[in-house]
Protein backbone atom coordinates (compact mmCIF):
# COMPACT_ATOMS: atom_id res chain seq x y z
CA UNK A 1 0.00 0.00 0.00
CA UNK A 2 2.96 2.21 0.90
CA UNK A 3 4.91 0.71 -1.77
CA UNK A 4 4.76 3.65 -4.39
CA UNK A 5 4.51 6.65 -2.12
CA UNK A 6 7.24 8.93 -1.63
CA UNK A 7 8.42 9.33 1.95
CA UNK A 8 7.00 12.78 2.46
CA UNK A 9 3.66 11.54 1.11
CA UNK A 10 3.60 8.85 3.61
CA UNK A 11 4.20 11.12 6.61
CA UNK A 12 2.08 13.40 5.48
CA UNK A 13 -0.45 10.73 5.32
CA UNK A 14 -3.27 12.73 3.27
CA UNK A 15 -3.94 9.79 0.34
CA UNK A 16 -5.39 9.91 -2.76
CA UNK A 17 -8.11 12.64 -1.31
CA UNK A 18 -5.54 14.76 -0.33
CA UNK A 19 -7.45 15.63 3.11
CA UNK A 20 -6.51 12.68 5.20
CA UNK A 21 -8.92 11.59 7.65
CA UNK A 22 -9.57 15.08 8.74
CA UNK A 23 -13.22 14.95 6.98
CA UNK A 24 -13.77 11.64 8.53
CA UNK A 25 -12.34 12.47 12.36
CA UNK A 26 -15.01 15.46 12.55
CA UNK A 27 -18.21 13.86 11.58
CA UNK A 28 -17.24 11.45 14.17
CA UNK A 29 -16.26 13.83 16.93
CA UNK A 30 -19.71 15.87 15.82
CA UNK A 31 -21.99 12.12 15.88
CA UNK A 32 -20.79 11.30 19.37
CA UNK A 33 -21.13 14.67 20.32
CA UNK A 34 -24.60 14.55 19.06
CA UNK A 35 -25.84 11.60 20.77
CA UNK A 36 -26.43 13.03 24.31
CA UNK A 37 -27.13 16.39 23.26
CA UNK A 38 -30.17 15.27 20.18
CA UNK A 39 -31.75 13.49 23.40
CA UNK A 40 -31.56 16.07 25.18
CA UNK A 41 -32.95 18.61 22.32
CA UNK A 42 -35.92 16.30 22.20
CA UNK A 43 -36.48 16.99 26.00
CA UNK A 44 -36.13 20.46 25.53
CA UNK A 45 -38.54 20.69 23.00
CA UNK A 46 -40.99 18.43 24.62
CA UNK A 47 -40.66 20.84 27.70
CA UNK A 48 -41.64 23.80 25.75
CA UNK A 49 -44.18 22.38 23.24
CA UNK A 50 -47.71 24.07 23.17
CA UNK A 51 -46.38 26.66 25.81
CA UNK A 52 -46.30 30.59 25.06
CA UNK A 53 -43.24 32.55 24.55
CA UNK A 54 -42.84 33.26 28.36
CA UNK A 55 -42.02 29.64 29.14
CA UNK A 56 -39.75 28.77 25.99
CA UNK A 57 -37.73 32.17 27.51
CA UNK A 58 -38.01 30.96 30.87
CA UNK A 59 -36.38 27.58 30.27
CA UNK A 60 -33.74 28.78 27.84
CA UNK A 61 -32.85 31.45 30.64
CA UNK A 62 -31.75 28.33 32.80
CA UNK A 63 -28.10 28.21 32.02
CA UNK A 64 -27.52 24.63 32.04
CA UNK A 65 -30.29 24.86 29.21
CA UNK A 66 -28.72 27.71 27.39
CA UNK A 67 -25.37 26.83 27.31
CA UNK A 68 -26.57 22.70 26.14
CA UNK A 69 -28.72 24.60 23.39
CA UNK A 70 -25.32 26.59 22.53
CA UNK A 71 -23.59 23.48 22.18
CA UNK A 72 -26.70 21.19 20.34
CA UNK A 73 -26.97 24.03 17.14
CA UNK A 74 -22.85 24.55 17.17
CA UNK A 75 -22.70 20.20 16.86
CA UNK A 76 -25.62 20.58 15.09
CA UNK A 77 -24.41 23.27 12.20
CA UNK A 78 -21.11 21.35 12.36
CA UNK A 79 -22.10 17.38 11.25
CA UNK A 80 -24.71 19.38 8.88
CA UNK A 81 -21.69 21.20 6.95
CA UNK A 82 -20.03 17.72 6.82
CA UNK A 83 -22.86 15.29 6.00
CA UNK A 84 -24.18 18.16 2.97
CA UNK A 85 -20.20 18.45 1.62
CA UNK A 86 -20.44 14.39 1.23
CA UNK A 87 -23.58 14.53 -0.48
CA UNK A 88 -22.48 17.69 -2.89
CA UNK A 89 -19.40 15.92 -3.56
CA UNK A 90 -21.66 12.41 -4.71
CA UNK A 91 -23.71 14.10 -6.65
CA UNK A 92 -22.62 17.48 -8.18
CA UNK A 93 -20.03 16.71 -10.95
CA UNK A 94 -19.58 20.00 -12.23
CA UNK A 95 -16.75 21.70 -10.75
CA UNK A 96 -17.92 25.38 -10.48
CA UNK A 97 -21.54 24.03 -8.91
CA UNK A 98 -19.62 22.10 -6.72
CA UNK A 99 -17.60 24.90 -5.27
CA UNK A 100 -20.42 27.11 -5.49
CA UNK A 101 -22.46 24.71 -3.48
CA UNK A 102 -19.95 23.59 -1.19
CA UNK A 103 -19.39 27.25 -0.28
CA UNK A 104 -22.90 27.94 -0.20
CA UNK A 105 -22.83 25.17 2.57
CA UNK A 106 -20.24 26.50 4.46
CA UNK A 107 -21.09 30.02 4.81
CA UNK A 108 -25.38 29.73 4.90
CA UNK A 109 -24.42 27.26 8.06
CA UNK A 110 -22.16 30.53 9.57
CA UNK A 111 -25.09 32.77 8.64
CA UNK A 112 -27.45 30.63 10.68
CA UNK A 113 -24.82 29.65 13.71
CA UNK A 114 -24.60 33.50 14.16
CA UNK A 115 -28.00 33.88 14.26
CA UNK A 116 -28.86 31.35 16.27
CA UNK A 117 -26.81 32.37 18.90
CA UNK A 118 -27.25 35.76 19.13
CA UNK A 119 -30.91 34.68 19.24
CA UNK A 120 -29.83 32.37 22.36
CA UNK A 121 -27.53 34.78 23.82
CA UNK A 122 -30.46 37.72 23.92
CA UNK A 123 -32.93 35.24 25.49
CA UNK A 124 -30.21 33.97 27.92
CA UNK A 125 -28.78 36.90 29.80
CA UNK B 1 -37.03 -14.73 -38.63
CA UNK B 2 -34.02 -12.21 -36.98
CA UNK B 3 -35.38 -8.73 -35.19
CA UNK B 4 -33.73 -6.05 -35.94
CA UNK B 5 -31.31 -5.19 -32.96
CA UNK B 6 -33.15 -1.99 -31.80
CA UNK B 7 -36.51 -4.15 -31.80
CA UNK B 8 -34.96 -6.79 -29.51
CA UNK B 9 -35.63 -6.92 -25.96
CA UNK B 10 -32.03 -6.27 -24.65
CA UNK B 11 -30.47 -7.52 -21.67
CA UNK B 12 -30.01 -4.40 -19.06
CA UNK B 13 -27.31 -4.88 -16.43
CA UNK B 14 -29.08 -4.41 -12.96
CA UNK B 15 -29.38 -0.79 -11.40
CA UNK B 16 -31.43 0.99 -8.40
CA UNK B 17 -35.50 -0.47 -9.35
CA UNK B 18 -33.84 -3.80 -10.22
CA UNK B 19 -32.17 -4.90 -7.19
CA UNK B 20 -34.33 -5.74 -4.49
CA UNK B 21 -33.40 -3.52 -1.85
CA UNK B 22 -31.20 -5.09 0.91
CA UNK B 23 -31.87 -3.89 4.21
CA UNK B 24 -28.39 -2.18 4.31
CA UNK B 25 -28.47 -0.16 1.58
CA UNK B 26 -32.41 1.30 2.37
CA UNK B 27 -31.25 1.86 5.53
CA UNK B 28 -27.89 4.05 3.91
CA UNK B 29 -30.46 5.73 1.53
CA UNK B 30 -32.62 6.67 4.13
CA UNK B 31 -29.66 7.71 6.88
CA UNK B 32 -28.77 10.24 4.01
CA UNK B 33 -32.28 11.17 3.34
CA UNK B 34 -32.32 12.10 7.17
CA UNK B 35 -29.95 13.76 7.47
CA UNK B 36 -30.71 16.44 4.27
CA UNK B 37 -34.33 16.91 6.23
CA UNK B 38 -32.48 17.63 9.33
CA UNK B 39 -29.89 19.75 7.90
CA UNK B 40 -33.05 21.72 6.17
CA UNK B 41 -34.59 21.45 10.27
CA UNK B 42 -31.84 23.79 11.39
CA UNK B 43 -33.58 26.81 9.84
CA UNK B 44 -36.47 25.71 11.71
CA UNK B 45 -34.26 25.76 14.77
CA UNK B 46 -32.49 29.22 14.07
CA UNK B 47 -36.66 30.29 13.62
CA UNK B 48 -37.79 29.23 16.93
CA UNK B 49 -34.83 30.96 18.59
CA UNK B 50 -35.25 33.99 16.83
CA UNK B 51 -39.16 34.20 17.63
CA UNK B 52 -38.18 33.21 20.73
CA UNK B 53 -35.64 36.29 21.14
CA UNK B 54 -38.05 39.10 18.83
CA UNK B 55 -41.03 38.74 21.41
CA UNK B 56 -44.56 37.19 22.09
CA UNK B 57 -45.79 38.64 18.69
CA UNK B 58 -43.17 36.36 16.19
CA UNK B 59 -43.06 33.72 18.82
CA UNK B 60 -47.10 33.62 18.19
CA UNK B 61 -46.49 33.08 14.49
CA UNK B 62 -43.70 30.28 15.02
CA UNK B 63 -45.92 28.35 17.65
CA UNK B 64 -49.53 28.44 14.91
CA UNK B 65 -47.83 27.94 12.01
CA UNK B 66 -45.89 24.74 13.62
CA UNK B 67 -49.52 24.11 14.99
CA UNK B 68 -51.16 23.68 11.82
CA UNK B 69 -51.69 20.46 10.22
CA UNK B 70 -49.21 21.28 7.52
CA UNK B 71 -46.32 22.30 10.19
CA UNK B 72 -47.08 18.80 12.13
CA UNK B 73 -46.56 16.90 8.97
CA UNK B 74 -43.26 18.56 8.47
CA UNK B 75 -42.31 18.35 12.17
CA UNK B 76 -43.63 14.66 12.62
CA UNK B 77 -41.01 14.00 9.29
CA UNK B 78 -38.23 15.91 11.45
CA UNK B 79 -38.78 13.74 14.50
CA UNK B 80 -38.95 11.01 12.77
CA UNK B 81 -35.68 12.01 10.78
CA UNK B 82 -34.00 12.65 13.90
CA UNK B 83 -34.95 9.39 15.71
CA UNK B 84 -33.80 7.62 12.50
CA UNK B 85 -30.36 9.65 12.14
CA UNK B 86 -29.68 9.20 15.62
CA UNK B 87 -30.22 5.16 16.00
CA UNK B 88 -28.51 4.73 12.54
CA UNK B 89 -26.00 6.99 13.59
CA UNK B 90 -25.14 5.21 16.59
CA UNK B 91 -24.99 1.79 14.45
CA UNK B 92 -22.59 3.66 12.56
CA UNK B 93 -20.25 4.40 15.08
CA UNK B 94 -20.42 0.47 16.06
CA UNK B 95 -19.65 -0.05 12.54
CA UNK B 96 -16.37 2.05 12.59
CA UNK B 97 -15.42 0.11 15.98
CA UNK B 98 -15.43 -2.99 13.34
CA UNK B 99 -18.13 -4.78 14.70
CA UNK B 100 -21.21 -5.43 13.92
CA UNK B 101 -20.47 -6.21 9.77
CA UNK B 102 -22.26 -9.63 9.68
CA UNK B 103 -25.02 -9.89 6.96
CA UNK B 104 -27.48 -11.68 9.75
CA UNK B 105 -25.96 -8.87 12.24
CA UNK B 106 -26.33 -5.96 9.79
CA UNK B 107 -30.12 -6.91 8.93
CA UNK B 108 -31.02 -7.60 12.33
CA UNK B 109 -29.41 -4.13 13.51
CA UNK B 110 -31.16 -1.92 10.66
CA UNK B 111 -34.91 -3.63 11.26
CA UNK B 112 -34.27 -2.92 14.57
CA UNK B 113 -33.30 0.71 13.92
CA UNK B 114 -36.07 1.54 11.83
CA UNK B 115 -39.02 -0.12 14.42
CA UNK B 116 -37.21 1.63 16.98
CA UNK B 117 -37.11 5.28 14.97
CA UNK B 118 -40.93 4.96 14.35
CA UNK B 119 -42.05 3.63 18.06
CA UNK B 120 -39.50 7.11 19.26
CA UNK B 121 -41.53 8.92 16.82
CA UNK B 122 -45.07 7.80 18.30
CA UNK B 123 -43.64 8.36 21.81
CA UNK B 124 -42.29 12.01 21.31
CA UNK B 125 -46.15 13.02 19.33
CA UNK B 126 -48.15 11.20 21.92
CA UNK B 127 -45.93 13.31 24.73
CA UNK B 128 -46.06 16.23 22.59
CA UNK B 129 -49.56 16.20 22.62
CA UNK B 130 -50.00 15.70 25.98
CA UNK B 131 -51.61 12.16 25.72
CA UNK B 132 -48.40 10.10 27.97
CA UNK B 133 -48.31 12.41 30.93
Redesign the interface.
Known amino acids: MTGTQTPLARVEGLGAAHAGTGHFWRQ?VS??A??PL??W??YA??AV??A??EA??AF?HQPVNAIA?ALF?IA??HH?VL??QV?VEDYVHTEGWKIAILLFNQLF?WI?GA??L???V??AL | MAHKSAERVRPLSPHLQIYRWPVTMATSIAH?AA??A??AG??L??W?????????DA??VF?ASA?NPVGQIVLFGL?WS?AFH?FN??R??VW?IGRGFEVRTANRSGVTVAVLSILATIA?FL??H?VLH
Request: aromatic letters at 6%.
Open positions: RAVLVSIFVALVGDRAVLMVVLSGLVALVSFALKI | RGILSTILAWLIAAATGAYHAAVLLGIHLDVLSG
